[in-house]
């Protein structure tokens, strides 16, 4: 299914979120190693944080942003992003997950990079040039504060 309108994709990114999150939570529950269970629990605390950003970003956006109809001249399906994702069953190490949740946020800032491309007014490319750098920001943090836990 591909997305109408700015509104449809910000709820399914909320959704990723959770999805990854839920995903992570899961995944530490049935660790022993404390290391590893340590880093998934912090990487599903950071998706349920980019979760609550979007929650309050769509409460407080301009209805007419969220109502701004997406230009898909590539025929771009965003659900099937999740496929790009390497699977991580099992997330043995720490630098296992760690690229396993850097490919998570590349997906989504490529998402982004294409729809500040093909954004028809100006503050639809604003919005999605702002969630590439927040992407990268985050990318950022969760590599840093894995690769400290890593190091202990």
Known sequence: MAFRQVKDL??????FHQTLA???????????DERM???L?????????MHRFMTRYMEGADPA??????IDTQGFVHPRILERIP?????R??????????????TLKDMYRLRSELAQVPKEAELFNELTKNQDAEMRLQA??????DLY
């Open 41 to 49: 629990e912090f990487l599903a605390g950071r998706e349920l944080e």
């Open 22 to 32: 839920d995903k992570y939570s899961g995944l530490a529950r049935e660790q022993s």
């Open 93 to 106: 190490d720490v630098q296992d997950t760690l690229i396993n949740a850097m490919a998570a946020h590349q």
């Open 37 to 39: 269970k340590m880093t």
């Open 65 to 70: 942003l969220l109502k701004t109809w997406l």
């Open 87 to 91: 699977k991580c069953p099992d997330c």
């Open 10 to 15: 910000l709820l399914w990114v909320m959704d």
């Open 144 to 149: 840093s504060s894995i690769g400290r836990l």
